[in-house]
């Protein structure tokens, strides 16, 4: 049997804490037999939570008590530094010591990527790590790059995010030659920002990339790249464009297949088959959103992640381990250094 891979999962973190990351973890190790999860929290709340789960395999999950839970708006460089025993700080350095593969946490975003860099640090040449989601496509799923973690990205960032999704797109997705490109306001190369106009040539010239030129957001749903390359800022409206649209979207068909007899009886005729197209537009059905070029592996799940997601995202840590990403990632960086910060 494969080694098993070793998950702390931020118990206190998010909205629906501890209810849904428990829930997760349980039906994560229900599921797979090469996880052991380490939930940090409030121990008393925690066992309740777990008390309503009889048949898990109960040595699978340890829990690890923390007296203390970081808001969501606290400030992440203070709350990393003053709350040291908070179920972010413990499960971050339970990384750093590899006592743990991996941590996913669905709590403040900003206190995981600070407490990410500063506490469990980046891989040897890696300038900026970015936060990279798979979102959902009509080709199955791209890499979204960066989408939360650097705002005032330079040039030579985003090159190091194209050779990170292109590794990752490779060895976890499966796709030979990911096909990487630029967001932009248009196709041609003389367009975009002065950011996108000085990254564009740099991208061309990677021998060790596949660059297909710019991307327009309205084609990035289409699937007509596997890496999405930006800058946070952009990348972050992507993302929450894209959830708002979908959940929109949702509430127009539902509605439209409540109008009146005919349209009822219609939607139970459909409702299988929409059941399943919908299913595949789900980002929560891909994991969290992990923090490239860290020594080691930090996940984060939406603020509002239910069970199934949490264990996507533990699921996908499982993978992260087994194909060594984050060394395929720093022998990468190492080996051709972008430009100086």
Known sequence: ??????????????D??????????????????????????????????????????????Q???TSEVIETAEPPVVAIRKKKDSSIVVGLNMVKRQEADAFVSSG??????VGGQVLVGRSKGVQRPPLAPLIPTTEGVSLLIDCGANVDARPSHLVQFAKMGSIYMEHVVGIKKPRVAIVNNGAEEEKGNALVKETFPLLKA???INFIGSIEARDIPMGYADVIVCEAFVGNVILKLYEGV?????????????????????????KPALKATLKTFDASEHGGA?????????????G????????????????????????????????????AE
């Open 63 to 65: 829990v690890v008590h």
């Open 206 to 208: 990677c021998g060790d």
């Open 246 to 270: 979908g959940a929109a979207m949702m509430k127009k068909i539902k509605a439209g297949m409540m109008t009146d007899f005919r349209s009822k009886m219609g939607a139970l005729l459909v």
């Open 108 to 113: 403040s975003t900003g206190a995981v990527l």
């Open 1 to 14: 049997m494969a080694e098993s891979v070793r998950v702390v999962v931020d118990a206190m973190g998010g």
């Open 290 to 302: 992990p923090l490239l070029g860290l020594k080691g592996l930090v996940v984060k799940t939406h």
């Open 16 to 61: 629906n804490a501890p209810v849904e990351p428990v829930k997760g973890a349980v039906e994560a190790v229900t599921k797979r037999q090469d996880i052991q999860v380490i939930l940090t929290g409030q121990q008393d709340i925690i066992e309740k939570e777990l008390e309503k789960y009889p048949n898990y395999p109960k040595e699978r999950i």
């Open 304 to 339: 509002s992640a239910k069970a199934g997601e949490v264990r996507n995202a533990i699921f996908q840590c499982v993978q992260f381990k087994q194909q060594k990403i984050n060394e395929k990632i720093a022998e990468r960086i190492h080996e051709a250094p972008a430009d």
